[in-house]
């Protein structure tokens, strides 16, 4: 059970680092809006949606985005006060622990939001657009990860 819960914990690290680094790899906030604008008109397509089901859809993403900016916000803050944190002279270890504790929170709070999420897209499809829901995912995250694959000695 532990190799398999952190073989998915892996895969969702992988996901939520493509998410969070594909804006800064070079694609400016337009492109990345148009690629994922087309990118909905595909999947909407592809599971055969009905308008009811896009704008649930819709809505759970937006309220997800939402809540992820507000948690990376706060990652970003504990991560800058960690690394200054051992930076010091003399590093204080009572302070490290709780700054450790802070950003495994945020990584925790991350992956409980993007579970959460797909839970509640899950929940708007029937049986079979749940199982074309994953499929269409699934290909859309190998193309993210094959996009931004760094070669080993590259730096992006």
């Not at 704008?55 to 937006?62: I, L, Q, R």
């Not at 990376?72 to 930076?87: C, F, N």
């Amino acid at each position: 059970m532990q190799v398999k819960f952190n073989f998915k914990l892996a895969a969702l690290a992988a996901v939520v680092i493509a998410l969070l680094v594909v804006p800064a790899l070079g694609q400016n906030q337009a492109e990345y809006g148009a690629y994922y604008k087309e990118f909905k008109a595909k999947m909407a397509k592809e599971l055969q949606l009905s308008p009811d089901q896009e704008k649930g859809m819709a809505a759970v993403g937006e309220k997800f985005a939402a809540e992820r900016k507000e948690i990376i916000a706060g990652m970003r803050k504990a991560d800058a006060d960690l690394e200054a944190a051992l930076k010091a002279s003399k590093p204080d270890e009572a302070k490290i622990k709780g700054l450790v504790n802070e950003v495994t929170s945020g990584q925790d709070k991350l992956f409980a939001s993007f579970k959460n999420e797909r839970d509640e897209k899950l929940a708007c499809l029937t049986t079979v657009q749940q199982g074309n829901y994953l499929m269409v995912i699934k290909e859309w995250r190998q193309e993210m990860m094959a996009r931004h694959e760094v070669k080993p000695g590259e730096k992006k």
